[in-house]
């Protein structure tokens, strides 16, 4: 999350972009533009950022290679605003599946579900996801 942080405050393009696993790229037709969304929505310049829940990991093995994706969720302060994030990200497996596969985003004020940790729509859908509430 530090880096992903990062390169959001920075405004970065490439370097968010090389975070993501490169399977996740190739599914995306508007990923440049959503990154460009995110820079929008994100303001402030972060403060403090906690462990929500996670990472959540499960492990499995095919044909003699290892799969691991972990869930993560954190909550983001900045000097304009909170944030909540959720993240799945690949850290073993094919290399052009190592890294992030899903983004969500929101802020805590344009968040309806604040009794549970951010989740997102609960689907992991790939990409970068902005203000979508928290499903449970």
Not at 51 to 59: E, H, I, K
């Amino acid at each position: 999350i530090e880096t992903v942080l990062k390169a959001i405050q920075d405004e970065d393009h490439q370097k968010l972009k090389s975070l993501f696993a490169q399977t996740t790229l190739n599914q995306l037709q508007s990923f440049d533009e959503s990154v460009d969304e995110l820079f929008y929505y994100f303001q402030g310049s972060v403060e403090s950022f906690d462990d929500g829940a996670g990472p959540f990991v499960s492990t499995t093995k095919e044909d003699n290679l290892v799969f691991q994706l972990m869930e993560s969720s954190f909550v983001v302060k900045t000097d304009v605003c909170e944030y909540r994030f959720a993240m799945q990200y690949i850290t073993k497996g094919h290399p052009e599946n190592i890294g992030i596969t899903s983004l969500y985003v929101i802020r805590t004020t344009d968040d309806k579900n604040l009794d549970y940790m951010y989740w997102g729509d609960g689907n992991f859908t790939p990409g970068i996801h902005i203000a979508i509430s928290n499903v449970i």
